[in-house]
Structures are given as C-alpha cells and as structure tokens.
C-alpha cells in the first residue's frame, strides 16, 4: 500500500465515530466531513444529512454522494459505515484504539476492517477506476454512521431517498471471505432485533435473610424466564417462532456446507465446542438457515468480591434475535413477549424496553446475473473462485436499502475471523486492503459491460 494511502486510512481510522455514544458525536461528524471532502475531490456531489432526525435527537449524518455517468449508463450504489463498535473494554487493547498502528503487515485500530477498512478499501479502487476509466458509469456513495446501532437515521431517511438512491446494483463491503481469503458472495444474511426484559420485584435490594423465603427474587426470576426459552437440544421453545419460516433450497444446502467451516476451525477461532444452537444440526446449517435467540447480558444484584446477602430488587436481560427469510420480526417479537409474559413469576413485574425491530433476513437468487458477473471477476482475481456464503451475522439497512433502491445487492467483503471485529485489538491485514481495493476497481470496470 502507498505511503500516501496508508496515511488517508490512518487520518479516517484517528476518528472515534462510535455511532451508539452521543459523546462521540463531533468525532462522527469530523468523520462524515472528511469523507464529503475525500468524494468532493473525485467529482462526486455530496449531501449531508442534517443531524436532526427522529424525535429530535442529533444523530451522526448520512453522506450521500453521487457522480453522475453517461444518459442511460448503469448506475451502481455503493453503501458503507463509518460508525464503529466502542472500544470496550479498553484495558484489552495491547495498542491505543483509535491510534492506527501497524504491525507487520496488520492494522490495528477499531474500524481497521468493521467498516473503514473495507469501505475506504473499496473507495480506494473507486478512485483507481475513475483514474483509469472514462467511467460512463453513475456512481452513488451512501455511507451511514449508525449501523452498529440499528441505522436510524438511513432507516427515517431512506424512504423518502428512493429516487436518489434508485440504482442497477449495490455494492456492499461489508463481510467475510471465505478461509485463506478465497473470494466470498455472499448471498443472504440473517436479520437481527433486540430487546431488553426488565423484572421488577421488591422497591429496594432487601436483606437475604430477613426476607429470603418470602420476598420474590428477581435474578431467579430471570433465570428461570431465561432458561424457558429454549429446549434442552438447544432449539427454540417459543410457540410461533419458527412460524412462516422459509427453508433453504437443496442447492442453497449444498453451497453452505461446502463452504463451512469445520468443527476443528470453529474450536480453533473460539476457543470452546460449536454447542450452541440446535443438536443435530451441522454449522452451516445453524449459521446460516437457523434463527437463535440469544441472551447478550444479564443484570441483577451483586457481582463484587467476597459476598452479598440480598435479595436484588432488580434484574435486566438483553436479548438478541437473528431471523431468518420467512419469519416476521413483529410476529417473532410478540411470540417472544406472550412467552415470557405466561411464564413471569409470581410477585415479579416484567416489563419489555428498548425493543428494536431491526430488519428480517433475506436470501438472494443464486441465479442472479450479478453473481455470475461477480464471480467472473473473482475467478481473475483468484483462480480458486469465489464460494457462496449465507451470513449468520446483519447488516439490517441492506433490505431496506434493496426496496428503496430496487438495485441488485452485490456483498462481496474480505473479512477474516483473525480481524477480531467488535472485540479488543481489531485489525485488517495489508493483503485484505488489497483484494478490497482490487475487486473495487474490477468490479467497476466490468460493470461499465
Ligand atoms: N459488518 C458486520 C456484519 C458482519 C460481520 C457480516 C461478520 C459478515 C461477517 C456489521 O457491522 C455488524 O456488526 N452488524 C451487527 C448489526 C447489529 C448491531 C444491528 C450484527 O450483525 O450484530
Ligand atoms: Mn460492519
Ligand atoms: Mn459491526
């Protein structure tokens, strides 16, 4: 990589723009600016979204830039997150978060690879086309600061961008290649929502034996609602939640197991069995066609050294869903609160907070022409080709972002599990940024047609 380049990605990298923290707003917007300025210089003309939307609330600006190509040229989208994951817990960090430091040949820095590094990868070989090209193309840049959030702003926003953003293809680079960072399309990903359940019990944490036998316990309480929503070979015992959902063709079947990762590579990457999920059922099936509910945190009572006799007048559960095509997220969502509201202990007050529905999950047609185009590509950059992948992670706008735009998503990342997205001391390797930055350039080039 250029001097000159690793210099714009270290400046974008210095950027706090943790999208979820309103302290870190001006760093979000700092952020924004300088990507407007980065687009203004290749030809493109930039919009920011005024940071007021929703109830009121200042929220990190949506960059929407365009450039337009020649009357009737195909017009591709590309969507990108500045936003990053906050740093927590920072005592992990074996080098600053938000100070870029390479070592070796690996970047670290929060955002490194979830989103900067892939998108401004991407931006880069954007910029290497249009130096190369007389680029007939119409080229849209959407690039949000809320994903990791639940994408609010571009959620209110992107209804009413419909013309704007309408386009022939979108391109996402946003995902993983498949191991040895052999070229990955990745034809679905799940969909996400989250929610929060809140007990509460007695009006103040009480004395444990004073109390304890008469008071109801809330952190019981949590447990056992907890416990209730699934069966002991792991599957989901909620009544409705499977309800509509759309089972994978055989083909879709095969491209996902042939593509997994195996059970000696899951233990290597996690450090533990792959025991979650339903038994019974491979990897790639529970990544990739399976729904999960899963507990991201509880809270209640006390958790310091040595002990604590009290009764917690309070407990807190977060709660994730990833969805799969076919199932409703409002459906699920009620499904999920009448089950936890039939089984709410006696004397213990539930209540559900925080719900936020998120986006379901999608499949793409493997016989989109697209693909054939993308993967024609991919074969020039890497003889192996590419494999399909079915994501178990989200990028929630993307279906949103589908409808408004009526365009072809096209999500090609190069993502690899030794980035450590969203944990302490992420990084993306220079060879990553490369093939980033090589399939921006071919993809664009072949698309022109
Ligand atoms: N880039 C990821 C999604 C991803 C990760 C796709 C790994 C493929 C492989 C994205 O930024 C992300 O973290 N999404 C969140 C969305 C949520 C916070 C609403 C997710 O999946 O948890
Ligand atoms: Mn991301
Ligand atoms: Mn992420």
């Not at 022939?168 to 680079?173: G, Q, R, T, Y």
């Not at 009480?206 to 002991?232: D, F, K, R, T």
């Not at 907070?353 to 047609?365: C, H, I, W």
Request: with cysteine.
């Amino acid at each position: 990589m250029e001097e000159s380049v690793l210099g714009e990605y270290f400046e974008l990298l210095r950027f706090a723009s943790v999208g979820a923290d309103p302290a870190r707003l001006k760093d979000s917007v700092d952020c924004a600016m300088w990507l407007k300025k980065f687009l203004c210089e290749l030809g493109f003309e930039c919009e920011l979204s005024t940071i007021d939307v929703r109830d009121g609330k200042a929220a990190p600006p949506v960059l929407f830039a365009e450039r337009k190509g020649n009357e009737g040229a195909p017009c591709v989208l590309f969507y990108g997150h500045y936003d990053v994951q906050p740093a927590d817990p920072e005592s992990e960090w074996k080098t600053p978060p938000f100070e870029p430091t390479m070592i070796g040949q690996r970047i670290y820095c929060r955002g490194a690879q979830d989103d900067k590094g892939q998108f401004f990868a991407f931006l880069c070989g954007l910029r290497d086309y249009l130096g190369a090209s007389k680029s007939p193309l119409t080229i849209k840049v959407l690039l949000e600061g809320q994903e990791e959030s639940g994408s609010g702003a571009l959620m209110e926003l992107a209804h009413n961008m419909r013309r704007r953003l309408a386009a022939d293809v979108m391109l996402v680079s946003d995902t993983a290649a498949a191991p040895g960072l052999r070229p990955a399309i990745v034809a679905g990903l799940r969909g996400v929502s989250h929610f929060t359940v809140r007990l509460t019990g007695p009006n103040r944490d009480l004395h444990s034996g004073e109390y304890g036998g008469v008071a109801p316990n809330p952190a019981q309480a949590i447990a056992q609602l907890i416990s209730s929503l699934h069966n002991p070979d792991g599957s989901v015992a909620v009544s409705g939640f499977r309800d509509g959902i759309e089972p994978p063709s055989e083909s879709e079947r095969r491209a996902a197991e042939a593509s997994a990762m195996s059970e000696q590579d899951c233990y290597n990457d996690i450090g533990c069995p792959s025991a979650g999920g339903q038994q019974g059922k491979t990897i790639a099936q529970r990544l990739s066609f399976e729904p999960t509910i899963e507990v991201n945190g509880i809270h209640s009572g006390y958790g310091g050294s040595g002990s604590k006799t009290v009764i917690p007048a309070e407990a807190i559960a977060k709660i994730s869903m990833r969805l799969v095509p076919g199932q409703n997220v409002n459906v699920v969502a009620s499904a999920v609160k009448r089950h936890l509201e039939d089984r709410c202990p006696n004397g213990v007050k539930l209540s559900i907070e925080d719900y936020n529905p998120g986006a379901s999950g999608f499949r793409l047609p493997l016989s989109s022409p697209i693909f054939r185009l993308a993967s024609s590509v991919l074969e020039e950059m890497d003889s192996r080709g590419p494999v399909f992948r079915w994501e178990g992670a989200s990028i929630p706008v993307v279906s949103v972002l589908r409808e408004a735009s009526g365009a072809a998503p096209l999500i090609v990342g190069w993502g690899q599990p030794e980035d450590r997205i969203h944990s302490p001391n992420e990084s993306y390797g220079v060879d990553q940024f490369a093939k980033a930055r090589e399939w921006a350039r071919r993809i664009l080039a072949s698309l022109e047609g």
